[in-house]
């Protein structure tokens, strides 16, 4: 690792990692992950990738559509384009360099449907889709000069100097720290804000808040996608996800009594946009009194069930479902975030230099709600974007010297105390969840203001604890803000 490089890539997802396989190999590039390489949102992905790819049956114009359907009509029209006449070139090339996406006997590629999605549009492959592109990612930016990678590196501290920025880290008890001329934050979600998600556990808002530090805008953070179907483990904080492929597969969703209800709600049914049918599970689960409820897709063929959903097979036979014969609990809990860090159509911030891609960014693409299988495309898009737009920058201007930064040391203080992060994620799941509760929002904002505070105030160690502990707060703070404040959602 050198003291100096051309970018530095804070998080390796898809958004991070396709980002370091773009630069040419003069640019220096550190890319560094909060835990294993392999942990991440990313690679928790099941369902697939939306791209038009067959031209005969679906065109952009049907995307674009249905990606605003999904969105309620408030996303941005230019990111969504881009997002459709761009993708599908990224798919093909992440075939080019080795991600076994499923195909037919004919040699042509699978596309599966999922809800909202007026084609069959998905390439996929099995229902691991992310994590096969991850470790293909990986692989290649492991053969890529220039770039350099690090693990287990949390980014407590980002701060701008002359020509670039400066990161403190801390890696295995230790302080590194590292200048850098452009950034990229590709930190992923903040699903760990809330009692029960879907993401890992590394997704706690840590690059919006360093990018809020830096006085980046943080736009629509309160556009959480709650998802539909994920395992109703008891008392398991990381529910794994039911992939929205299953439904699009045939699988029917009852209520408590074994009767299928979503039609009630919408004349989609099961294969409404994910909000859609969240909500009508909650408003059923009101109505039956029971929080009971189960996806089956029994009626299908179980060699078919174990082939294209292998994982998802497995993860329920260890919860002791076969979901070949048996109905799996389900129930909805948060999953993704349309909002984050402000960028326009080249990943670019307000703040000179600093990018950002994937979940963590807001592109304006997913509108008020995300199209399934839009934000691993979205991720690929945007962090070329990036990649190519610092690299224009960089020929453009030649290497200018990045100023000097005062030397970072550990902070010593007092421990952090217990409950922190357990107190916001009660206030979070009782305040705002499928169905908010306007009449809780001054009130919870005003208890997680108070944590906010004394986190900042409080002399405590920097530790990654607390690291963590004040990413969840400030990101809890803004979304209750925006709620409070009357943010158009």
Do not use: W
Not at 2 to 14: A, F, P, Q, R, S
Not at 278 to 297: C, G, P, Q
Not at 361 to 380: D, F, K, Q
Request: with cysteine; aromatic share 8%.
């Amino acid at each position: 690792m050198k003291e100096n490089y051309d970018v530095l890539i804070i998080g390796t997802g898809v958004a991070g990692l396709y980002a370091a396989l773009q630069f040419d190999g003069d640019i220096s590039v550190l890319a560094v992950s909060k835990r294993e390489f392999e942990l991440s949102n990313s690679s928790l992905a099941q369902g697939g990738v939306a791209a038009v790819l067959d031209k005969n049956h679906d065109n952009y114009r049907l995307h674009i559509g249905d990606t605003l359907i999904a969105g309620k009509f408030k996303n941005n029209l230019s990111a969504v384009e881009k997002l459709v006449s761009e993708g599908p070139a990224d798919v093909m090339r992440l075939k080019e360099i080795g991600a076994r996406f499923d195909t037919e006997e004919s040699g042509e590629l699978s596309k599966t449907l999922e809800a909202g999605h007026s084609r069959n549009r998905i390439v996929h492959h099995k229902d691991s889709t992310g994590k096969e592109i991850v470790d293909t990612l990986l692989r290649e930016v492991a053969k890529k000069p220039g770039v350099d990678m690090l693990d287990n590196t949390l980014v407590y501290e980002l701060d701008k100097i002359e020509n670039g920025f400066c990161a403190g880290m801390l890696r295995n008890g230790e302080c590194i720290q590292v200048r850098a001329r452009f950034v990229l934050i590709a930190t992923g979600g903040i699903g760990r804000i809330y009692r029960y998600t879907t993401n890992s556990a590394i997704a706690t808002g840590d690059g919006i808040v360093l990018a809020h530090l830096l006085g980046a805008e943080i736009r629509h953070l309160s556009r959480i996608q709650f998802h539909p179907t994920a395992f109703a483990a008891e008392n398991e904080r990381e529910r794994f996800l039911i992939s929205e492929a299953v439904r699009g597969e045939g699988a029917v969703y009852l209520n408590c009594n074994g009767e299928r209800f979503a039609f009630n709600y919408d004349p989609r049914g099961e294969l409404a946009p994910r909000d859609v049918v969240s909500n009508a599970v909650i408003r059923e689960s009101i109505r039956t009194n029971s929080e009971k409820f189960y996806l089956d897709i029994t009626h299908k063929d179980p060699e078919f069930i174990k082939t294209r959903f292998p994982m998802i097979y497995s993860k329920c036979l260890e919860e002791g479902i076969d979901m070949t014969k048996d109905r799996i609990p389900v129930f909805p809990c948060q999953h993704y975030l349309m909002g984050g860090i402000n960028v326009d159509t080249n990943a670019q911030t307000n703040v000179d230099g600093l990018y950002a891609a994937g979940e963590c960014s807001h592109t304006g693409v997913h509108g008020a709600n995300r199209l399934a299988s839009n934000s691993l495309l979205e991720a690929l898009v945007y962090s070329r974007t990036a990649a190519e737009h610092m690299m224009f920058r960089l020929r453009r201007d030649g290497r200018r010297e990045i100023g000097s930064a005062p030397k970072l040391t550990p902070k010593h203080g007092n421990k952090l105390p217990v409950g922190i992060r357990t107190k916001i994620r009660g206030i979070m799941q009782d305040t705002y969840f499928v169905l908010p509760k306007p009449e809780k929002y001054q009130e919870s904002y005003a208890q997680v203001d108070a944590i906010v505070n004394d986190l900042i105030t409080g002399n405590y160690e920097i530790t990654p604890d607390y690291i963590e502990a004040r990413s969840i707060a400030v990101t809890a703070g803004i979304i209750l803000d925006e709620l409070r404040e009357g943010i158009n959602l």
